[in-house]
Structures are given as C-alpha cells and as structure tokens.
C-alpha cells in the first residue's frame, strides 16, 4: 500500500509559468511533510517542508499548501526557470520512523 | 565533512558477488538512513541508525542486506550475493536527530550483470 501518492508523474511547464505537484496521504499520525528536488547523478535535496499546523508556507518562488481534513499538500513553482528542470518528491514522517516518498514528479521548463 | 559522502560512485557487480558500500554522514549526526532507489521511482527505505543501534531494518528486501555502522558515524551496507534485481542507486542520509531535515549524499549505482 502506497502511503503517499504523488501526481502527476511528469509535467511540462513553459518558462515562467506555475509548476503544481500535488500528493495525499493516508496516515494520520505524519507529521511533517518535505518536498525534496533531485538532479540526474545526486541525491535528493530537501527544498522546502511544512507542518501540518500550518496551510501554507512560502520560500522563494517555491510554496507548500497543506490541506489537513483533505489530507493532501502540494507544491507550486512559481515563475518555473529551466534551472528548475529536475525530479520532485514529496515525502512524510512519523516521528520516530523514517521518510516515505512518493513516487516523483519529472518536471520539464521548456524555454 | 561538509556533505554526506558515499563510496563507490558506481559499482559493477558479477551476479552472486558480495559487494560493500559505504556511507560518511555528516560529522556529529547521530541519525543515518540508507534508502534504495529503483530507476524512475522514490527512494525506498532500507533501514536507518541511531548513533550504532540499527533501531529499524523493516525494508531490507532479504537477509542477503546487512548494515552496520559500529562506531556510530561510518556506515556500511553490505549484499551478499548480488541478484540483478538489486540493481540500483543507494542513498545515505544522514541528521543530527533533532530535525527532520535528511541531507543525503549522491549515492551509489549498483549494477549487477
């Protein structure tokens, strides 16, 4: 069972257009939910997280919107730049385990 | 060290050979994750350490997967008799366990012939 579900699996965004990832989530007991970038040949870097008792939070051109009764949160790009081609994932945590991922978005900044 | 640094890059590996990676975490980080990540897909949990306890090893795939981390900062994880369906990248990750914020290195390709 997939614990959390990200979509879509890949997106195409002009140059300063909106990127939106969404995913949802089953367990309620999360408690903090990263979203983390990754470039071909790296690890996955952790771009920016929330709590859930808080509805959005904003860095940069990047911001997460966390619908708790929804149970889903997403990321949206802001002004999408070809430097920010890349795969994203979303993640949760209980505290006391580890990191659960969804399964990624490719995202594609075509110039 | 200023990253979490993880050795070999790449590996190749004969079907049924025993191979070892290893993993620095960042200097001081009590916490350290190993994760398995199948081309295209997320990072799959492996198994994670406190300090040297290995306090969760739910997803090691069979008993071929041992980790150990003896001294509480290096890590190795260690497949014995390398099947091709372990071919993957693997990441470490490492925090200093009072924050949720993994930072992981590059990883190792593993890929098994």
């Known amino acids: 069972q997939q614990q959390v579900k990200q979509s879509p699996q890949s997106l195409i965004v002009q140059k300063g257009g909106i990127s939106i990832i969404n995913c949802a989530y089953e367990?309620?007991?999360?408690?903090?939910f990263p979203w983390y970038q990754q470039f071909p040949g790296k690890g996955p870097a952790l771009l920016i997280a929330?709590?859930?008792?808080?509805s959005e939070k904003k860095e940069g051109r990047f911001t997460i919107s966390f619908n708790k009764s929804a149970k889903q949160f997403s990321l949206h790009i802001m002004d999408s730049q070809p430097g920010d081609s890349a795969t994203y994932f979303c993640?949760?945590?209980?505290?006391?385990?580890?990191?659960?991922f969804g399964k990624g978005t490719t995202l594609s900044v075509s110039s | 060290g200023a990253g979490v640094s993880q050795s070999p890059r790449y590996k190749v590996a004969k079907r049924g050979q025993d191979v070892a990676l290893r993993c620095d975490p960042i200097?001081?980080?009590?916490?350290l994750f190993w994760y398995q990540q199948a081309l295209g897909q997320g990072p799959e949990f492996l198994t994670y350490?406190?300090?040297?306890?290995?306090?969760?090893k739910s997803g090691l795939p069979s008993d071929r997967f041992f980790a150990e981390r003896p001294e509480g900062s290096v890590s190795t994880l260690k497949i014995q008799r390398t099947q091709q369906e372990d071919s993957a990248v693997y990441l470490c990750?490492?925090?200093?366990?009072?924050?949720?914020?993994?930072?992981f290195g590059s990883g190792t390709r593993l890929t098994v012939v």
């Open positions: 990750a490492s925090t200093w366990g009072g924050d949720y914020g993994y930072t």
């Open positions: 367990n309620t007991a999360f408690d903090y």
């Open positions: 929330i709590r859930p008792d808080v």
């Open positions: 993640a949760a945590l209980q505290a006391g385990t580890a990191l659960i």
């Open positions: 200097s001081g980080h009590v916490s």
């Open positions: 350490f406190q300090n040297e306890a290995q306090l969760d």
